[in-house]
């Protein structure tokens, strides 16, 4: 079947524009994950979802990203008003039903680029 | 506080040698232990995972990775690397009874012929 799949894959805005990244996770998978991943870094966790609801987004880095998964599939980081510090790679990825032991697969992400 | 250190940030190794990458990481409990790899423009990938149990994991691509509960490493290894191992590789600690996982900032190998 099919992988975790983002669009867009690449995205550039200017300063102050607001954006919206989706991702696509595999059909059936409960759980979803955003992670940031800036230029020579690894991946940094955003936020967490269980089906619809978001149950961690500790690591959301300001009041400007939000995200959805209003109906437990699709889900939507939005982030307003963007800055120049935004500019990385974000990451999705899904996994089985709940545990912390279930891998977690990853779409190819969106390169967001802030002019 | 919880770490990860990849101390090697790039690696270069001829094809068909052996191969090993470092991760130690910092836990007040042991935590669950996974290793991806990522290839130029692609997602991450697992590579292998260690919960409990046999401390030698054996993963897909030939690679394997020993958990050391003494020094606090899980380092990859492959006895013998293809130029198409050429990638970025992370080590991600999963505290128990956490969700998301906590990326090293990766050792990039490079193969040369």
């Known amino acids: 079947g099919a992988g975790v799949s983002q669009s867009p894959r690449y995205k550039v805005a200017k300063r102050g524009q607001d954006v919206a990244l989706r991702c696509d996770p595999i059909s059936g998978h409960v759980s979803l994950f955003w992670y940031q991943q800036a230029l020579g870094q690894g991946p940094e966790f955003l936020t967490y979802f269980q089906n619809e609801a978001q149950l961690d987004k500790s690591g959301l880095p300001s009041d400007r990203f939000f995200a959805e998964r209003p109906e437990g599939s699709v889900s939507t980081l939005k982030i307003q008003r963007t800055q120049q510090e935004d500019s990385a790679v974000y990451l999705c990825?899904?996994?089985?039903?709940?545990?912390?032991?279930?891998?977690?697969?990853f779409g190819p992400g969106t390169r967001l680029t802030v002019l | 506080a919880q770490s990860v250190t990849q101390p090697d940030i790039h690696i270069t190794v001829s094809e068909g040698a052996s191969l090993e990458l470092r991760c130690n990481y910092s836990y007040g409990a042991t935590p669950y232990l996974f290793w991806y790899v990522q290839s130029p423009g692609q997602g991450l990938q697992l590579l292998l995972k260690?919960?409990?149990?046999?401390?030698l994991v054996q993963g897909i691509k030939g690679f394997e990775a020993e958990f050391k509960r003494s020094q606090s490493s899980f380092n990859l290894r492959k006895p013998s690397v293809h130029w198409s191992d050429a990638a970025e590789y992370f080590c991600?600690?999963?505290?128990?009874?956490?969700?998301?996982?906590?990326f090293g900032t990766g050792t990039r190998l490079t193969v040369i012929p």
């Open positions: 260690y919960f409990s149990g046999d401390t």
């Open positions: 991600a600690p999963n505290q128990t009874g956490a969700n998301n996982l906590f």
């Open positions: 990825a899904s996994s089985p039903p709940t545990s912390d032991t279930d891998t977690q697969y």
